[in-house]
């Protein structure tokens, strides 16, 4: 028989249970109950706003026609479809000579699915084409665009190079060479320039819409150094000196823009690859294979060829007796042949190291009436000078710009 001391025991350890399992069932309800009615919700990210601006539905094409490089070429390098060049070739033909174009910019508009909408073609600042597609049909259009002119006065002095003056009153290279082309009959700025001489210029700025784009001509100029003072003056397309004398003359001070002379006009000069000495009637110009040599002057060809110790060499016959000599080419010029007549400055060949050269230069010599002369030192017949019904108006343009000077 189980006693009463046993139940009792038995009774207590149930109700020890009881309040365990009781314990327990409260915590889990508790915290159950706590974790939906009291935990805070999640706060989401809010979404980002969808943008209101619509996608571009257009294509863009825009490039520089390279030098060298004709419309076609520079078209067919951005992977503008045939059939698109074609129409755009075909509309701009009645306007441009392409084989005499020379750079320009242009844009190209189509839809993302290959639409062709409208072409631009910038010839020069002012000078717009403008192809579109109206009505299935494609209609060019000329824009003449208005420039803002405006005159200044540009003024330097040279420490190293006339680029690096002219650069340094803030202009740009092409300035330079019109400046130096005008005065290449006066002054050999390859050999002549010394530090401390001074220009000045007075030239036409264009601008579009506030932005520099290209210059004007340039309507007076000067050069000053110790020993003399050039001036010029824009008068009916070319340039005159104060009395009126043409700056223009028969021959150029140079046949090309060198970099120094490596040998000078000699009666007695050692060989640099034969040895011994033997007389040098002409003058060596260094300068880099490939650099364009000019004519002096107007004239005829009367040889091109080889010519023993000279290479590849052209021969000019000028006027009042005159030749002038070109050696060691390395080619010639387009279109040189024997017989053929030059222009001044016209390309005739191209610097090398033909014949016996030790490196790439100009050998150029000048001779008249068979008779070789020091290319530095000869005396060319002057400019023509102006008409005297035309010195009157000439004067008067010729103080207006005077008054510019300093």
């Known amino acids: 028989m189980i006693g009463p001391e046993f139940k009792e025991k038995s009774q207590y350890k149930n109700w020890i249970k009881r309040l365990v399992f009781l314990g327990i069932f409260s915590f889990f309800l508790f915290g159950f109950v706590f974790f939906f009615l009291f935990n805070p919700k999640p706060i989401k990210s809010p979404e980002p706003e969808k943008s209101t601006e619509p996608e571009s539905q257009y294509q863009i094409v825009e490039g520089v026609i390279k030098p060298r490089t004709s419309l076609y070429q520079s078209l067919r390098e951005k992977n503008i479809p045939h059939s698109w060049i074609d129409i755009i070739v075909s509309k701009l033909k009645p306007f441009l000579n392409f084989r005499e174009l020379r750079g320009g910019a242009y844009r190209l508009l189509t839809t993302l699915k290959g639409e062709f909408l409208e072409f631009i073609f910038e010839k020069s600042p002012k000078e717009i084409f ?23 006065r540009v003024s330097g002095e040279i420490r190293s190079s006339l680029y690096e003056a002219m650069k340094a009153a803030g202009e740009e290279d092409i300035l330079t060479l019109s400046f130096a082309d005008i005065l290449a009959w006066e002054i050999d700025f390859y050999q002549d320039l010394r530090e401390g001489d001074r220009f000045q210029l007075v030239v036409e700025k264009l601008y579009r819409e506030g932005q520099f784009v290209q210059y004007g001509p340039i309507l007076a100029l000067e050069y000053q150094n110790e020993n003399r003072r050039i001036r010029g003056f ?3 397309n070319s340039y005159y000196n104060e009395q009126g004398l043409a700056l223009r003359k028969p ?7 060198f970099d120094r002379i490596s040998s000078r006009f000699s009666h007695a000069r050692r060989h640099p690859i034969l040895g011994g000495i033997r007389p040098h009637f002409g003058v060596d110009y260094a300068a880099p294979e490939g650099t364009p040599v000019w004519a002096v002057a107007d004239g005829k060809v009367v040889f091109v060829g080889e010519r023993e110790g000279y290479g590849k060499s052209v021969i000019l016959q000028h006027r009042n007796g005159y030749q002038t000599y070109y050696g060691h080419l390395s080619r010639y010029g387009p279109g040189i042949r024997k017989g053929k007549r030059v222009s001044q400055k016209e390309i005739i060949g191209y610097v090398g190291s033909t014949g016996l050269a030790t490196g790439p230069h100009l050998d150029y010599r000048v001779s008249k009436d068979g008779q ?7 005396f060319f017949p002057p400019g023509i000078p102006l008409k005297k019904e035309e010195l009157g108006e000439f004067f008067k343009k010729r103080d207006e710009m005077l008054a510019w000077f300093l």
Do not use: C, M, T
Not at 130 to 144: A, F, L
Not at 372 to 378: D, Q, R, S, Y
């Open 130 to 152: 403008k192809i579109e597609k109206k009505e299935g049909e494609y209609i060019v259009q000329k824009e003449e665009v208005l420039l803002h002119r405006e005159l200044v």
């Open 234 to 236: 824009l008068y009916k």
């Open 251 to 257: 021959f150029l001070k140079a046949p090309l823009r």
């Open 372 to 378: 070789f002369l020091n290319p530095l030192k000869v």
